[in-house]
């Protein structure tokens, strides 16, 4: 039982076909080797019978033949009986001998008569009876009386006969054993055949379901086991069907849905974009005009109580345009104009310059700052790493009460962690994803603009994923928390050493600068501003007015500097190409502008023009008029 459960084991299990052959020839082979071997030992054994009974027939009848030739001496009678016997009975040998066991006749193959292995012996006494006595021809020899011992008759019959009709059972029995086998098996065959063709036949159809043809049925008659398999698949595949009908029209609704709400926040958010940029244009104007009318005022009045008074008003503007940069610097990243220029430089520098930078910060909120020497090269963009150092930092101070800020870096493989840990308030962990978003302020409720517009953590987020920099935040409330940044660690090698910075010097006294804009509050501040630095300046509203002041003068302008937005559908793009046509001069200028909208940042990068930002710091203005205004005498003079 084991090895037929071996058998079946061994068996492939997704071959029902050879399953069904075994179970099929396995009991007949069984059955049909029983039956031949009960009927081929009893047609042996029926031979076998008939063989010693035909061998006993015929001693008997030998000795029943025998006596009277034997009494009389008659030899050759004995012989022609033997020879009669020994042919009519298929004898090997026949032998008579004397009471004493002398041969005294034989036929047939006495010599292997000696072998008992080759033959069948039967051995009979040879006596006289009264029967002999009766026909008188005995009582002339007197020499015998009746139940008289007068030999043996011995005949033997050749085993080879009955080795030979056993090969032959056998042989017959072998032959109708496979030919019933070959029966068994074309009938199995045939049914295992169509069985698996049916079971086939579903599979494909399964298959065909399972790669979304849902139309996919089977072509069987529910009738039977198998037709039940069908009929259940069908059903199973329109169910699908109806299934997938259903699920693609609610998807085709959701999609539906989810475009009609992707285009309302699409148009919310561009109109959330096109109102900052307005409103910060709006209000970068009056700003700038402000910062140009204090920085002017600052020049000429030199008296102590106003000086105090000039430098508060400055602060304040300072603050707001602090508030200004941190949207402009959201509205680059929109627009993708910040562009990453990675280098190997070393980190202790930046963190003495960020020292020196928030120190009296900290000193005025009572905080300890504390920077660990990092004797670290780094390899990436350092503008933007010290963008988001500054961005940290900063955060860390203003949600700080007690305690301090420490910055530090770690070096990990590759990479250097630097890290800004501080002992604020902490943020809890389902809040510490919402602080990398815009506008969120999780401890300012009355929305204190000393504390930001909380855009500082968002630029951190974004600049991280400019650089490919994993920004990282470990915080509990009540223990502080850490914010930190992995960035790739540099070769000391590799450092290029900055060539040594001058300074920009002055503005040559006979450089003229136009002046292009329509906000007259703007106008009047510049002016002022440049009648302070004792520079010549030539304000216009238009193109056409300043071709006309310029005509006028009979001079060509050191540089342009126009606002962006102009009326009369023009910008300063169309301002700047129109006076370099005129002139035939690739004249150095400026744009100026208050507008944050990624597509205005993109149009004024890809014009190549150098860009600054209303509210404007007048010794960044100066210096890059002085710049540009020796840069371009030189390439003359050259």
């Known amino acids: ?52 009974a035909r061998a006993a027939n015929a001693a008997r009848q030998l000795a029943g033949a025998l006596p009277y030739a034997l009494v009389s001496g008659d030899t050759a009678r004995i012989d022609a009986l033997l020879i009669s016997e020994s042919k009519n009975s298929q004898l090997a040998f026949v032998r008579v001998t004397d009471p004493q066991g002398r041969l005294l006749a034989s036929t047939g193959d006495t010599l292997r008569a000696a072998i008992p292995e080759e033959h069948y012996r039967q051995r ?28 043996r008759a011995e005949v033997g019959v050749s085993l080879d006969q ?36 049916q079971l086939r036949h579903v599979g494909q159809v399964v298959e065909r379901l399972a790669r979304h043809d849902l139309a996919a049925r089977t072509q069987l008659l529910p009738a039977g086991e198998v ?37 309302m926040a699409e148009r919310a958010n561009q109109a959330k974009s096109r109102f900052f940029a307005a409103a910060s244009h709006d209000l970068r104007q009056p700003l700038h005009a402000l910062s140009l009318f204090v920085a002017a005022l600052k020049e000429r009045n030199h008296q102590t109580e106003a000086q105090t ?27 993708g104009t910040i562009e990453v220029h990675p280098v190997h ?22 905080l300890q700052l504390r920077f660990r020497p990092c004797d670290i090269t780094l390899y990436s963009d350092p503008l933007l790493i010290e963008r988001i150092l500054v961005n940290l930092i900063a955060n860390a101070i203003h949600h700080t009460d007690d305690g301090g800020v420490l910055v530090a870096c770690r070096r990990r493989g590759r990479m250097v962690r630097l890290s800004v840990t501080d002992t604020g308030r902490g943020i809890a962990p389902d809040q510490q994803e919402s602080v990398f978003h815009e506008f969120v302020q999780l401890h300012n409720p009355a929305r204190d603009r000393s504390k930001g517009l909380g855009l500082g953590l968002a630029i951190v987020s974004r600049l991280g994923r400019l650089l490919g920099h994993r920004v990282n935040l470990r915080s509990r409330p009540g223990h502080g928390s850490v914010f930190s940044i992995d960035v790739p660690y540099g070769d000391a090698r ?10 920009p010097g002055q503005i ?11 906000e007259t509050a703007i106008l009047r501040g510049m002016a002022e501003l440049f009648d302070s630095w004792n520079i010549d300046l030539v304000t216009a509203r238009s193109t056409a007015e300043a071709e006309q002041w310029l005509d006028s003068l009979a001079r060509v302008p050191d540089v342009i500097v126009s606002d962006f937005r102009l009326p009369d559908d023009t910008d300063g793009i169309d301002v700047i190409t129109r006076l370099r046509h005129k002139f035939g001069r690739d004249i150095p200028a400026i744009l100026v502008t208050g507008d944050t909208a990624p597509d205005t940042i993109l149009r004024i990068s890809q014009a190549g023009l150098p860009m600054l930002h209303k509210p404007l710091r007048p010794a960044k203005l100066r210096a890059l008029l002085t710049h540009l205004i020796q840069q371009a005498r030189a390439a003359t003079v050259g």
Request: negative net charge; aromatic residues 4%; contains cysteine.
């Open 227 to 263: 037709g039940a398999l069908a009929a259940g698949v069908n059903h199973m595949a329109g169910a699908l069907q109806a299934h997938h009908d259903d699920l693609e029209q609610r998807i085709r609704k959701a999609t539906a849905h989810l475009a009609a709400k992707k285009d």
């Open 162 to 197: 009955v080795d030979a009709f056993k090969r032959a059972t056998l042989t017959h029995a072998a032959l109708l054993m496979l030919a019933a086998l070959a029966l068994t098996g074309v009938l199995a065959w045939r049914l295992s055949s169509r069985l698996t063709g």
């Open 494 to 503: 590799l450092i290029q050493t900055a060539a040594a910075i001058r300074a």
């Open 124 to 151: 009979s006494e040879i006596r006289l009876h009264a029967t002999h006595f009766s026909d008188g021809r005995l009582t002339a020899a007197g020499a015998a009386l009746p139940n008289d011992l007068l030999g």
């Open 508 to 518: 040559p006294a006979d450089a003229l600068v136009l002046l292009v804009d329509d």
């Open 309 to 335: 008074l000039i430098e508060n008003i400055e602060a304040s503007t300072a603050a707001m345009t602090l508030l200004f940069d941190a949207l402009l610097d959201l509205s680059r990243l929109d627009a």
């Open 1 to 52: 039982m084991n090895s037929l459960r071996a058998l079946f084991d061994r068996l492939p299990q997704s071959s029902i076909r050879c399953r069904m052959l075994m179970i099929a020839l396995l009991p007949a082979l069984l059955t049909e080797f029983g039956m031949l071997a009960y009927f081929t030992t009893q047609t042996l054994a029926t031979a076998e019978d008939a063989l010693h």
């Open 345 to 366: 430089f070393p980190l202790q520098k930046m963190l003495r310059d960020l020292e020196q930078q928030f120190g009296a910060v900290a000193a005025e909120k009572q």
